[in-house]
């Protein structure tokens, strides 16, 4: 069962960094510190993801072999696989199936929840000023070319989305909103 125990820790981890990186913004405004953990959060995430669906699948694949027709093959050497794989001989039951569903879906929305500006939480004015203007520095120190321009394809600093259409000068995130100008860059907030 080292696979569940591997989901459970990275499922915890995801929700518990995700609730540190809406401290860390909604009563800091620290947007450095806050892009270091929501590193953290999408990696905790996505391997509590992969481990929770995995096991969820395999145990599928077990019990289909236990029930099924003998000529489906495929179901046989998948369960074996994942028999072999992940040293579970067990199937484990449908509430626990249904728990992982459950952590992956609430990790997935908090996650979700903690990436976007026009929903993000601060506990004043001074804070959300201090939180975005670091946020717009680091976009116009590190995703700007020598020519202090953006370039065609950046990601967003809050949500890590892709923008494609960024002008020269400026660019609205369509995931989360974050808009940058570099022309009115302190009165913009
Ligand atoms: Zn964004």
Redesign the pocket.
């Known amino acids: 069962m080292v696979l569940y125990y591997v989901f459970i820790i990275f499922v915890v981890g995801s929700i518990i960094s995700s609730i540190a990186q809406f401290m860390v913004r909604g009563f800091v405004g620290n947007f450095t510190l806050s892009l270091k953990i929501r590193f953290v959060s999408a990696v905790t995430l996505f391997i509590a993801s992969c481990s929770g669906l995995l096991l969820v699948f395999g145990n599928l694949l077990l019990m289909l072999s236990k029930w099924s027709d003998p000529t489906l093959e495929v179901i046989y050497t998948g369960s074996d696989l994942f028999v072999t794989l992940t040293n579970n001989t067990k199937v484990i039951t449908d509430k626990t199936c249904v728990m992982i569903t459950v952590l992956i879906l609430i990790s997935s929305f908090v996650n979700y929840y903690v990436?976007q500006?026009e929903l993000a939480f601060f506990k004043d004015e001074t804070t959300k000023r201090t939180f975005y203007t670091k946020a717009r520095m680091f976009a116009k120190e590190y995703m700007t070319n020598e020519f202090g321009n953006f370039g065609p394809e950046i990601y967003?600093?809050?949500?890590?989305?892709m923008?494609r259409d960024a002008a020269p000068h400026r660019f609205k995130?369509?995931?989360?909103?974050?808009d940058v100008s570099l022309d009115a860059f302190e009165s913009d907030i």
């Open positions: 990436k500006t967003c600093p809050i949500c890590s989305c923008i995130c369509p995931n989360c909103g974050f």
